[in-house]
Nanobody
Framework: QVQLVESGGGSVQPGGSLRLSCVVS??????????MGWYRQAPGKQRELVASFTSGDKTDYTDSVKGRFTISRDNAKNTVYLQMNSLKPEDTAVYYCNTRPSLLPWGQGTQVTVSS
């Protein structure tokens, strides 16, 4: 069974940066086929897709993170990354990785808190 393990979250001040990692294990497919993405869920809100690979190396971002977040992947390490710069308090959420659309069992996520 495929497992997703997210890490790299933490507490930062507004304007700070974090890099999240998601290790994908148990899959027969390489990451470039799986169209991985990063989702987040803030308290009291629905989970939303914030960044993803679409076809090939093309990427897509929700408007609120464009120019600040960058998704990348290392196929050899079965790891997907989310570089988050210029963080804002509204980025506070639990961040998860999954395919786009979400087809795999959810991992535990990693908490990102942006506060002064």
């Amino acid at each position: 069974q495929v497992q997703l393990v997210e890490s790299g979250g933490g507490s930062v001040q507004p304007g700070g940066s974090l890099r999240l990692s998601c290790v994908v294990s148990g899959s027969r497919f390489s990451l470039d086929i799986m169209a991985m993405g990063w989702y987040r869920q803030a308290p009291g809100k629905q989970r939303e897709l914030v960044a993803s690979f679409t076809s090939g190396d093309k990427t897509d971002y929700t408007d609120s993170v464009k120019g600040r977040f960058t998704i990348s992947r290392d196929n050899a390490k079965n790891t997907v990354y989310l570089q988050m710069n210029s963080l804002k308090p509204e980025d506070t959420a639990v961040y998860y990785c999954n395919t786009r659309p979400s087809l795999l069992p959810w991992g535990q996520g990693t908490q990102v808190t942006v506060s002064s």
